[in-house]
């Protein structure tokens, strides 16, 4: 064996030495950057959950109230979807009788914490409410929101709805 | 097999391990962070990400918390926190609001009632804060008022430092 095929054999060792542990490097980077991305895809799935169920939450018209109710139970679960459809024909008969409606947006909404099958956002509404009181008259009323959230097959549904502090 | 034919095996087995190699290395260190998009909104750790959260959340509280009593010392603290040319729009709009301050004597008092990461790239982290404000003018009864703000936090070499702030 010549000098040269010395050196080759031994960069030969090398690079292969270099390979072996590269594949089991890019394995791991494969694997990290696969739970990065299904936890990244986590957040925009919770959080557009909380937006779909927020702005059915603050748009009710008494002239359509069963339907705004339905939209809201469609994307509700467990003890908060059975008060909330329990209490409908109540909330559709105040409504009606006091000509409310209730219009509003998501302004901005944040994860508070997110765990694989549950998952806190709280959110930041902006809208308005037409009723007897204000004389028919649309209000400004911003709302803040705390939703929690259970994930339930593939989807991500609404276990409860708070108020954070007053109406702006 | 001829000292050629060895020479060419060698060489060519080099250059096969150096190309994969390369490649492993290119997998590993040459693919750039994700950015965050609707579907992906954060694209770092929950730990990286809730400690900007944490610290938008401190600084907010700092930055909306004033007295009349040291209204320039108060400036200066809040500007450090900032990063510096969102300091310097600060201040600048500081002159009108000093003299509100001073002359009605009032004192604001902030708490952060929750926070949420909105979106966040290993660079710049979206905060939403819901604050709470208790404020008095003079020997007034306390006023309470809640907001809420979208924080934007920059990584510097000082660490998180508040780039933007948006309430409502």
């Known amino acids: 064996m010549t000098a040269t095929h010395r050196w080759l054999a031994a ?6 030495l270099l390979a072996v542990l590269g594949v089991a490097l890019v394995r791991r980077t494969h694997e990290d950057r696969a739970d990065a991305s299904a936890r990244a895809e ?11 169920e927020a702005t059915a939450f603050v748009n009710l018209r008494y002239g359509a109230a069963a339907q705004g109710i339905r939209a809201v139970a469609v994307g509700a679960t467990g003890d908060f979807r059975a008060h909330y459809v329990r209490s409908a024909r109540h909330l559709v008969a105040t409504m009606q009788r006091q000509r409310s409606t209730l219009t509003g947006h998501v302004v901005s909404s944040g994860v508070v914490d997110v765990v694989p099958d549950r998952a806190t956002v709280i959110v930041a509404t902006s809208g308005t409410v037409s ?3 204000t004389g028919g008259q649309e209000v400004p009323r911003h709302f803040r929101l705390r939703v929690t959230l259970l994930r339930e097959g593939d989807r991500w549904l609404t276990s409860d709805i708070a108020f954070v502090g007053d109406a702006a | 097999m001829s000292r050629a034919r060895t020479t060419g095996v060698l060489a060519v087995c080099s250059l096969l391990l150096a190309g994969v190699v390369a490649g492993e290395a290119w997998y590993v260190w040459g693919v750039s962070d994700p950015a965050p998009s609707a579907a992906r909104p954060v694209v770092i750790g929950d730990i990286a990400s809730r400690s900007a959260v944490e610290a938008a959340a401190q600084d907010a509280a700092a930055i909306f918390s004033v007295s009349w009593q040291d209204y320039d010392a108060h400036l200066d603290r809040a500007a450090g926190l900032m990063t510096d040319s969102f300091a310097a729009a600060y201040r600048s709009t500081a002159a009108p609001v000093r003299a509100r301050v001073v002359s009605s004597r009032t004192r604001t008092t902030t708490r952060v009632a929750a926070a949420g990461v909105v979106r966040a790239s290993p660079d710049e982290v979206q905060a939403l804060l819901f604050l709470d404000q208790r404020v008095v003018a003079g020997s ?5 008022n809640a907001r809420r703000a979208l924080v934007t936090m920059v990584r510097t070499d000082r660490g998180w430092l508040v780039g933007n ?3 409502g």
């Open chain 1, 11 to 16: 960069l030969v060792a090398l690079l292969l």
């Open chain 2, 140 to 144: 007034g009864a306390p006023s309470y």
């Open chain 2, 165 to 167: 702030v948006q309430t």
């Open chain 1, 42 to 52: 986590r957040y925009g799935t919770v959080l557009a959950a909380a937006n779909a």
């Open chain 1, 131 to 133: 009723n007897r009181r």
